[in-house]
């Protein structure tokens, strides 16, 4: 892990001291050096109280400027990676091992990370240009509820100056702009590097924090940023670089060769073509021209038609079939995607240097989350005896079909049927019985589900009161919502003990995998650097 260098601007003791107690408290933290330009008084400054694990350095240094300071503090550090961070900053465990583990990686230049308002809204999760290059943070102040979508790292245009993390040769080549006065400095940065640089900027999810956006700033009542620098940075955002436009994501060509579509491997390619915004990809298409050549997998390998590079993806070695072909293409490939570590392990021991292997699973689509199955049995009938308005209202409330679906024996109920020969088959395969009815005689189903080990939602109708089954008052239509619930949620918080362990293994990790993959093969043949090895 590479080493690190925090970089402070600060003239608050209060803020200083929160930031380093959070530093102090990382989970495997990488080696790290602290350096503040101290902007404030001496009495003030003799508050700052540093973690006893952190080797902390205060500097004097005004007045206070963003550009200047960083600026400053980045020739007076020796760490292989320089993170600018605000003093109104508090990490969460793990975030500097997240943010450091980035550097591994040779597509990476620069990386910052999610950040929240101490509300808990969402301040940052990478930035993004309107048309005439004015930056702005996607989603800012998203509830909890819009986090899911931010949970995968991505690549983005650019990332805040808050928290923001570089090499620190490639920083000395750039520099914070000075003439930019209060804002701006941070985005230009980015679209800079982009310029001069073929690696490319990052949104790592992993390394989160807490950010009271303004802090420093508003006590030198420099709040806004002045339309002449706002002005300076749309003229720079608006650019044309080496690799296309300065505010996106440089793009890159990858033609995928793979079956028809209907099957599972175009599906795998197909995944890939739709996510990755920023590039062009093709399947099935003319090789000539492209960065990249991917084949999904490794049986599509034919010979290399001209500069491109090799990949090629990996499942599962078999001696009877494919075996001549699954070793020539592992051997010729510039990079080896494997489905599964034992995947890896095979190729390793043919020979396959661990730089050019990269395990990447597929798993499952983010759709797929437990639910728990309602079953009803039984017929309809005129008058509502059954429950059906319940039902209905049931069937339409989308906070019980985040975690429960209902299903019938019969059509009569407006809902999915579930059809089987054996009535067992179907108690078998639902989690609770509902009983809707207001009226009963029996019925006859509750007995049948109760046989089959299955407990029923039910009211105290007929002779459900004296067997065991989950009350709601007949006819009760909240009573039955918040019954419904209780059970639902505890049916899937108990299969989420096994779900968690799946979850960011679907689609999205799948393409954001290749790409970054991608981008680390291409970053390193133009700068003749080693591909890291995966954990």
Known sequence: MKSVAILVVSRNARNCNALLSSLGGSVSPPPMEIVIAWN????????????????????????????????????????????????????????????????????????????????????????????DGTPY?????????????????????????????????????????????????????????????????????GASAVHVENDTRKEFDQRLTPPESLAKLRAVATRTGPAGKLSEPRRFKVTIFTEKPGWILHRKAQEIQERLKYCDVRINGDVAGTDIAYYVNYGYFRKKSGNELICANFTHFDEDHLAEKFVETARIADLCTAVSRSTANKLAQLGVPMRRIRVIEVGADASFRPRAVFGIVGRTYPGSRKGEDLVV????????????????????????????????????AIDVLLVPSRKEGGPVPFMEALACGKLSVAPAIGVIPDYPHIEYEAGNYDDLRKVMLQVANQIVERRNVYAKSMRGNNWDSWAHAHELAFRDLLAATQLQEKMPEQD
């Open 393 to 428: 209202k049931l069937a339409a409330d989308a906070e019980i079909a985040k975690v429960a679906k209902l299903v019938a024996t019969n059509e009569g109920w407006n809902l999915p049927v579930w059809e089987f020969e054996d009535r067992r088959d179907f108690y078998s």
């Open 137 to 205: 943070h996607l989603d800012k102040g998203a509830g909890a509820e819009d986090f899911d979508k931010h949970a995968f790292s991505r690549f983005v245009p650019a990332v805040t100056g808050a928290f923001l993390f570089i090499r620190r040769d490639e920083f000395a080549k750039l520099e914070f702009d000075p003439s930019y006065e209060v804002a701006g400095e941070d985005i230009d940065l980015c679209l800079r590097y982009r310029e001069k640089f073929p690696r490319e900027i990052y949104y790592c999810a």
């Open 40 to 131: 404030g008084t001496n009495e003030e400054k003799s508050r700052i109280q540093p973690h006893r694990d952190l080797q902390v350095k205060v500097v004097d240094h005004t007045p206070y400027h963003f550009a200047k300071n960083n600026n400053f503090l980045a020739t007076r550090v020796s760490s292989e990676v320089l993170g600018f961070v605000n003093d109104d900053i508090v990490a969460d465990p793990g975030a500097m091992q997240a943010v450091a583990e980035c550097f591994r990686h040779p597509g990476i230049g620069i990386a910052g990370g999610q950040l929240r308002y101490p509300s808990g809204k969402l301040q940052h999760a990478g930035v993004f240009f309107r048309e």
